[in-house]
């Protein structure tokens, strides 16, 4: 099986997690005591215990109180090119797929 599909789908996923993340730290910037949320992604593959490759997210707080309202808009840029980015590959794919059954047909 073609391994694009389940990373480009778990790639999307990940960048709206990002993405969620980011607006939240955002919309509570100026709560008292607020920590931030932090994103962390980690690649897998077949090879370490997972059927699907593609990318696994945590999210954490955190370790110190505050906003970084830059980091967060940058973040936002970031989650919304790697989201468009995953989606062109899945379209790509797709695109692909037909190709291949057209020339069979």
């Known amino acids: ?5 389940p990373i480009s789908l778990s790639g999307l996923q990940a960048a709206t997690t990002r993405l969620g993340a980011s607006a939240h730290n955002i919309a509570n910037a100026q709560t008292p ?3 931030r949320e932090v994103v962390q992604q980690q690649t897998v593959g077949t090879g ?3 059927e699907q490759p593609g990318v696994v ?3 954490g707080k955190s ?3 505050g906003a970084d309202l830059a980091t967060d808009l940058v973040e936002q840029m ?3 090119a790697t989201y468009k980015a995953n989606l062109r590959s899945i379209r790509t794919q797709d695109e692909l797929m037909g190709s291949l059954l057209d020339i069979r047909a």
């Open 1 to 5: 099986m073609n391994p694009v599909l």
């Open 33 to 35: 005591d607020f920590r």
């Open 48 to 50: 370490q215990g997972q």
């Open 57 to 59: 997210v945590t999210i």
């Open 63 to 65: 370790s110190e109180i």
């Open 78 to 80: 970031q989650s919304s």
